[in-house]
């Protein structure tokens, strides 16, 4: 089956610190990839996304390349606000809906 | 527009009573996801619906979960009776339709069974 694996947090950085968050996943062909992310107290919000191979999906700052090669979706932030704190979910489309990672969580701080 | 709209947002009950969680997706949208989503965890699937009709609820625990979505609009999801294993956030999103992967997510219902 689908299955998503996420680097485990938290993931402490300063204001202004280059952000990567890994993921790789495990499907059959190539399933579209997405980021999501949510903030304390609030439902999932789509960050981002890309549909094949080396699409690169892009979003306030962040970015994210399909590479199948790796089978990652590794998503990055080249200086990182503090209002970016929350956690990050990857998460692969198949079977009419989407397998989800365990989440990351991101703390900036000043 | 208005999100996917949840309530309640938070629900305390002892075990064995029963519970109901309520979703208004966003309008015109066909496709509406329950998920549960435990501390620390991605979502897990629990329902899909396709208009009025549920079209995967392989992962929905039948013995004591039931949901329904009248009218191909809101939806309910109930728990009976609830088990001290059914704390967590249960979340409802939508999307256009099934061909459609970006779904839409409420704020969430966190239940605590004590």
């Known amino acids: 089956g689908n299955s998503v694996t996420q680097m485990e947090g938290p993931v402490t950085l300063s204001e202004e610190a280059f952000l990567t968050i890994n993921c790789t996943y495990t499907?059959?062909?190539?399933?579209?990839l997405f980021w999501y992310v949510q903030y304390p107290g609030e439902g999932l919000q789509l960050l981002l996304k890309?549909?094949?191979?080396?699409d690169k999906g892009s979003n306030k700052g962040f970015e994210a390349t399909y590479r199948k090669e790796t089978t990652s979706f590794h998503l990055e932030k080249g200086s990182v606000q503090v209002s970016d704190s929350a956690v990050y979910f990857c998460a692969l489309a198949g079977y009419s809906t989407l397998t989800f990672g365990k989440g990351t969580m991101l703390l900036v701080s000043p | 527009e208005a999100g996917v709209v949840q309530s309640p947002r938070y629900k305390i009950i002892e075990k064995k009573q029963p519970v109901a969680f309520w979703c208004n997706p966003i309008s015109g949208h066909n496709t509406l996801y329950w998920y549960l989503q435990n501390l620390g965890q991605g979502p897990e699937l629990l329902i899909r619906?396709?208009?009025?009709?549920?079209?995967?609820d392989s992962q929905l625990p039948k013995d004591r979960f039931s949901a329904e979505r009248l009218k191909g609009v809101d939806s309910t999801l109930k728990i009976q009776p609830a088990e001290l294993g059914d704390s967590a956030v249960y979340l409802c999103?939508?999307?256009?339709?099934?061909?459609?992967?970006?779904?839409?997510f409420g704020p969430g219902t966190r239940l605590t069974v004590t």
């Open positions: 890309a549909t094949k191979a080396d």
């Open positions: 619906y396709e208009n009025e009709e549920a079209v995967d």
């Open positions: 499907a059959t062909g190539y399933p579209s």
């Open positions: 999103a939508s999307s256009l339709d099934q061909s459609s992967y970006e779904q839409y």
